[in-house]
């Protein structure tokens, strides 16, 4: 099976590793950049994007983490790891860096205040049958794509999920559905995708 990490660095990080387990990955943390070495994929999980960056360049990941998505290792980003694989960020905070590798413009918690949270059925492109239930929780959307990105899905007229190349990104949650399809999605990415060492 192939070797998923999940950034462990700050965030929803067990929801993730159940749900890749659940969709046939050997799923682990990764704080160092050693266990980034070994995995085959990576989730970029949601949680807090600026605290997230801070600690990864604390913890010495931040360049290990663009080299691996530059040489083409699968990853997949839930709401502020959709943020993280943003080539840009519209109003980034400061000290706020990506580690990009999608060729996008974010905008962070973009659906507002007032209705922080709330949930919408999404069709995704790639994912077979119902829609996905979307879980969105302060959540960015994307502003616009190059033209290399894929859009996947869009809710109320907003592009909420993208992928390029390896890249997957998600402005919502499924990991926190019991609906796993997304997962399974970026374990057939990652299947087509392993690196020497791992097989
Ligand atoms: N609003 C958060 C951020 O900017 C993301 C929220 C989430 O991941 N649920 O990082």
Request: contains cysteine; hydrophobic residues 45%; charged residues 20%.
């Amino acid at each position: 099976a192939p070797v998923i990490g999940v950034l462990a660095l700050q965030g929803d990080v067990p929801e993730h590793l159940t749900a890749l387990t659940v969709a046939g990955a050997v799923a682990g943390p990764v704080r160092r950049p050693e266990e980034l070495a070994r995995v085959d994929g990576l989730v970029v999980p949601g949680g807090e994007s600026t605290t997230i960056s801070k600690l990864a360049a604390l913890f010495g990941l931040m360049e290990p983490l663009r080299a691996r998505v530059r040489d083409g290792m699968p990853v997949y980003g839930t709401c502020a790891g959709m943020i993280l694989l943003a080539d840009k960020i519209l109003d980034p905070r400061a000290g706020q860096e990506t580690i990009g590798g999608i060729d996008m413009i974010v905008r962070r918690n973009a659906f507002g205040r007032q209705n922080e949270s709330f949930e919408a059925a999404v069709d995704v492109r790639g994912v077979e049958g119902d829609p996905v239930e979307g879980v969105f929780i302060r959540a960015p959307w994307v502003e616009s794509v190059g033209a290399e990105t894929e859009v996947l899905a869009e809710h109320d007229g907003h592009i909420v999920a993208v992928r390029q190349g390896n890249a997957l990104a998600t402005s919502f949650h499924p990991e926190l559905t019991g609906d796993h399809r997304m997962h399974a999605l970026f374990v057939a990415m990652v299947r087509g995708n392993r690196t020497p060492e791992s097989l």
